[in-house]
């Protein structure tokens, strides 16, 4: 049998956590690691790897928890502002197999989280083609 990832184990109440919020279809609670202060984690109760394999329905009863507790830690926790994040796969960061949706509220300096896109376009990059490439197979 497959073993349960860790945020199965929560919702089924085998390991403890600060919960923020609970519905029959979603579980909110801080992680762990709280990377800045009031750091949650959004999740479905149903098992889905990640963000890529979630039904539309249930991705948006997430994101739309996900978008309460951002709106809250700007108009309580004073945060300046928020990061919505989900990583898929491991090669994106993804530590724990079950879709979860980080809420991450930014303050000032001094923050466990840190986010650099630096600018990688290069003349080997043929955009129109890769364009054509995604837009194709959607
Ligand atoms: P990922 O790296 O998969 O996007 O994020 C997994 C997150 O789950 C990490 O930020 C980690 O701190 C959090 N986490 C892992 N185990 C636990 C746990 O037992 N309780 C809580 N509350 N968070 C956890």
Known sequence: ???????????????????????????????????????????????????????????HKVMDVAQRIGQIAIKFLGAKGVNILTNCYEAAGQTVNHFHVHVIPRYEDKEGFHLEMRNNSSEELNLPALAREIKENL
């Open 1 to 59: 049998m497959k073993e349960k990832d860790i945020f199965c184990r929560i919702i089924n109440g085998e390991i403890p956590c600060h919960k923020l919020y609970e519905d029959d279809d979603v579980l909110a609670f801080l992680d762990i690691s709280q990377v800045t202060r009031g750091h949650a984690l959004v999740i479905p109760k149903k098992h889905y790897d990640n963000f890529l394999s979630v039904p539309h329905e249930e991705m």
